[in-house]
């Protein structure tokens, strides 16, 4: 069983920075972990993902948040990281976190949220223009 607990939404203008924060109960083993978001009316969408604890840092990244979203992972304090730089009006969602065990998703999967089982409760970002 793995708890995600989200941090470090808000609201901010256009062209403004904000840097969310995953805290995990568990680690210290590989995981897929990622951040999704989800827009008022919307569906979840894939923003972010990644393979930790594997000794590779490659991000995965939806073609609308690439060159402005950076994913990373501090394997000793367990925490996962989205800096989201240049926001946009509409970035403006709940960002959640999510995580799953490494074997069961593969990269060409890894932005889609019904891979996934463990989420965290969400933290709102709003972007005005």
């Known amino acids: 069983q793995v708890q995600l607990v989200e941090s470090g939404g808000g609201s901010v203008q256009a062209g403004g920075s904000l840097r969310l924060s995953c805290t995990a109960s568990?680690?210290?083993?590989?995981?897929?972990m990622g951040w999704f978001r989800q827009a008022s009316g919307k569906k979840r969408e894939g923003v972010a993902a990644?393979?930790?604890?594997?000794?590779?840092?490659?991000?995965y990244y939806a073609d609308s948040v690439k060159g402005r979203f950076t994913i990373s992972h501090d394997n000793v304090k367990n925490i996962l990281y989205l800096q989201m730089n240049n926001l946009k009006p509409e970035d403006t969602a709940i960002y959640y976190c999510?995580?799953?065990?490494?074997?069961?998703?593969?990269?060409?999967?890894?932005?889609?949220?019904?891979?996934?089982?463990?989420w965290g409760q969400g933290t709102q970002v709003t972007v005005s223009s």
């Open positions: 999510a995580a799953e065990r490494p074997d069961t998703v593969v990269a060409g999967s890894i932005l889609l949220s019904d891979e996934y089982h463990y």
């Open positions: 990644i393979y930790t604890g594997i000794g590779v840092d490659t991000g």
């Open positions: 568990a680690g210290g083993y590989p995981m897929a």
